[in-house]
């Protein structure tokens, strides 16, 4: 566990100097001073030694290869990280001055703050992983990449949120004082700005690293210990009529409530219980080192940034920097954890200590064949899986094997068979129509842009661009579905594999740009109208970052699709799908934060600001003073805009309305039957042919609104007849000259023929 340098104890000393001006500080003696770095010594090796052996423990024992020991390991691997970089802090710990340079300074203080928020999110998904197994034990475990795609995203939150501190950290002179150098965080020049900021980017962190976690892991915690106490397991020996008991069409929910009232007096039971509440036990502890050597240093630091005033005692440098020692505490103190109160790393930890060739020997074994399923030690060793096929409930006593994440309850269409919905030609007519005027539209959108370079033009084109992907990925196979009657993806191999992951992939980040971009044209025009003044300063640089943001966004959010979606053959028709391979419950969490991240917000951001921007123009304080014509003008633009911004606004809801109701009742109210029924995959076709509309309806949108672009269309097709125009003249003009030349030729032949004759007759004479 380690410590976030934005809080470092060093700037702090320093500043405690300064906020105390003329105080006598207490002078640490050097004795006291040669303790502490040798207790960072001990630190530096035991934390060392004992991450690396729950790293490779972890590694080489069948049994521990599960999401939750996965992330006990990442834990490792962050506390490896930040020990690693403590020893090139420990010569401005023993000086008190910065001794390593720029370079140093730009990477080891903020690498500190990224290894401590991936501990932090290491800590909350490990509660979230105990809280799915035990309040939900009838979900499947997240298989082997969908672990590895929850560390990686641990590893993104938190390296975006260090960057700032990357940027920021400076080496600081103060030659006034005592010609020291210090490597700080330095957000700006202006001293006041910098005061600002630092306090924001403070108060974000806490909240972020301490008050967040700390809560969502403690309700978390108190919701698994009362699940605890009243949760039963079904039994070994399930007899069959026991799975018969439920009505055809009975929901999950009530059929589990069902189960659990069951008589459970097993011993299995009670050993599983009893092995969760140890393991339990284990992450209490672990959080509770975390809060007690971490949080206090933090919430001094924080109570010294907003008031300075309190820190004026003279020892307060010295016991900043012994509270700073207590921070890494927790990466030596994690392993002992683990040792005493898991049985697989204790008994690794006593072959480490007492006989280090037997730990040697057991991480040279080699791991045992992957097809082989164990038994998880915790609280997974058991699990009942309930698959939900048409309603009907089997229950089935088996072990998940860890690569598995499939999940039969499957929300897309494609589970189910393919049902004729209306006339195919129709269909297929309205798709070739979209995909022409979605094509010739936003290609035209984009070409406008090349001409006017307006700035407006430049978020229309960008959401003309994300519309073409949708144009190029998505149509295309809605009309490959219908011309074959079928859900079949018609490329195999790693071509297949690929495109499948790709079309998804390009397709939905497409719709998320556009949001994006409907939403940044709707802020410009409320900048534009209530704070006229400020959009001056809003340069083409800005909108350039701010096009980039809303892809790198799009694309970050939609990342796991290239771990979820896989070709795979149906048992039933024998044909190859392409689809999301993923349990329901993380489905659910997934699509859940992608509605309201991607469509939601997008649609109450634009309501609010053209609602407000609206307002504004009808509340026009300067209409008094303008003359007729420019009142006439005045409100002919308010009438324009609300038109603009009353179409935006409904197509948006009209194309996404019913695709989004469909997809509510398909993750939260309809069971598979009831999905694969006529008239709600009538409804489903609906909602997925307004969706792929949408590409088609933001260029006529501005077709019909935007007379800039109107007028560029008009002389585009101007420039094309004259382009046309000219090219005919030239070509006939080439004729006509080429013809010319004929005649002339013929001509001298004819005049030369005579001569040719006379010459040919005196030779022979």
């Known amino acids: 566990m380690q410590f976030d340098t934005n809080a470092s104890a060093f700037p702090l000393n320093e500043s405690l100097k300064k906020a105390q001006g003329e105080a006598q500080f207490f002078m640490e003696p050097k004795a006291l001073k040669i303790f502490r770095v040798f207790v960072y010594a001990v630190i530096i090796v035991l934390a060392l030694v004992g991450n690396i052996a729950v790293c490779a423990i972890s590694r080489r024992n069948p049994r521990l290869q599960t999401s939750t020991f996965f992330l006990l390991m990442n834990l490792a691997v962050s506390d490896i990280g930040s020990v690693l970089c403590l020893p090139f802090l420990l010569p401005e710990l023993y000086v008190g001055n910065w001794m390593m340079g720029f370079a140093m300074c730009k990477l080891l203080k903020p690498s500190v703050v990224l290894f401590n928020f991936v501990t932090t999110n290491t800590l909350v998904a490990i509660a979230c992983d105990r809280f799915r197994s035990i309040v939900f034990p009838f979900v499947a475990r997240p298989s082997t990449s969908e672990t590895r795609l929850i560390l990686s995203l641990l590893w993104l939150i938190a390296l975006l949120f260090s960057l700032p501190s990357y940027g920021a950290m400076k080496v ?24 600002s900021y630092r306090r924001i980017y403070t108060l974000t962190m806490y909240t972020l690293q301490v008050v967040l976690p700390v809560l969502v892991i403690s309700a978390l915690t108190l919701k698994i210990t009362t699940t605890l106490k009243d949760i039963r397991l079904i039994p070994v020996s399930l007899r069959r009529s026991s799975s018969l008991n439920s009505t055809p069409n009975a929901s999950p929910h009530s059929s589990l409530l069902n189960l659990n009232k069951l008589n459970m007096n097993s011993t299995s039971f009670m050993k599983r219980q009893a092995m969760e509440k140890k393991f339990l036990r284990m992450l209490m502890t672990v959080l509770l080192v975390f809060v007690s050597c971490y949080v206090p240093f933090q919430t001094m630091y924080l109570f010294y940034e907003f008031h300075p005033t309190l820190f004026t005692s003279p020892y307060m440098q010295t016991l900043s920097e ?18 005493f109160m898991n049985e697989h790393y204790k008994r690794a930890f006593k072959a480490l200590i007492f006989h280090p060739r037997k730990f040697y020997r057991m991480l040279k074994l080699k791991r045992t064949n ?52 209306g006339n195919r030609e129709f269909k297929v007519a309205i798709h070739a129509l979209t995909l022409v005027v979605s094509l010739v539209g936003n290609c035209l959108l984009i070409a406008a842009f090349v001409r006017m370079k307006e700035p407006v033009m430049l978020l ?39 495109l499948c992951k790709m079309c998804n992939f390009l397709a939905d980040i497409s719709i998320a740009v556009s949001t994006q971009s409907l939403m940044l044209i709707a802020i410009e025009r409320f900048l534009a109208v209530v704070y006229p003044l400020k959009t001056r300063s809003i340069t083409a640089k800005n909108r350039r970052f701010l096009i980039a943001s809303t892809w790198i966004v799009s694309m970050v959010l939609h990342a796991p699709y290239f771990y979820v979606f896989e070709l795979y053959e149906d048992k039933l028709t024998k044909t190859l ?176 023929t005579p001569k040719l004759s006379s010459s040919c007759q005196s030779t022979s004479e």
């Open 322 to 339: 012994f509270m700073y020692l207590i921070v890494w505490l927790p990466n030596v103190l994690n392993p002992v954890c683990y040792g």
């Open 370 to 421: 992957s097809n082989t399923v164990y038994q998880d030690s915790s609280s997974e060793n058991i699990i009942d899986h309930i698959a939900i096929m048409n309603g009907s409930i089997n229950v089935g006593l088996h072990v998940f094997p860890n690569a598995s994440g499939t999940s039969s309850n499957n929300t897309s269409t494609d589970s189910c068979p393919f049902v004729p919905i």
């Open 460 to 498: 229309i084109a960008n959401m003309a661009a994300s519309d073409l992907l949708t144009t190029i990925f998505y149509i295309p196979r809605l009309l490959v579905i219908e011309i074959s009657r079928s859900y079949a993806w018609k490329v195999p191999g790693i071509a297949g594999t690929v």
């Open 577 to 752: 799908m392409c689809q999301h391979l993923t349990s329901k419950l993380h489905y659910l969490l997934y699509r859940s934060s992608v509605f309201i991240i991607v469509l939601f917000i997008p649609l109450i951001v634009v309501i609010i600001l053209y609602t407000i921007t609206l307002v504004k123009l009808r509340v026009d304080k300067m209409s008094e003073h303008r003359s007729t014509r420019g009142e006439r003008r005045s409100r002919k633009r308010t009438v324009k805009l609300l038109k603009l911004a009353s179409a935006t606004v409904l197509a948006m809801f009209i194309c996404w309305t019913t695709f989004t109701v469909v997809t509510f009742l398909k993750l939260f109210v309809l069971s598979s039957a009831q999905q694969c029924t006529h008239i709600f995959q009538l409804v489903d076709f609906t909602g997925i042919l307004l969706t792929s509309c949408y590409c088609a309806v933001n260029p006529s949108i501005c077709f019909f609104f935007l007379r800039n672009f109107r007028g560029q269309l008009r002389q585009m097709c101007k420039l094309t007849r004259r382009g046309a125009f000219n090219i005919y003249r030239e070509n006939k003009a080439g004729r006509s000259r080429a013809n010319t030349n004929l005649t002339v030729l013929g001509m001298e032949l004819l005049h030369a």
């Open 172 to 195: 600081i002179y103060y030659p006034q004082e005592s010609h020291d150098l210090y490597c700080s965080d330095m957000f700006s020049s202006d001293k006041e700005l910098d005061f």
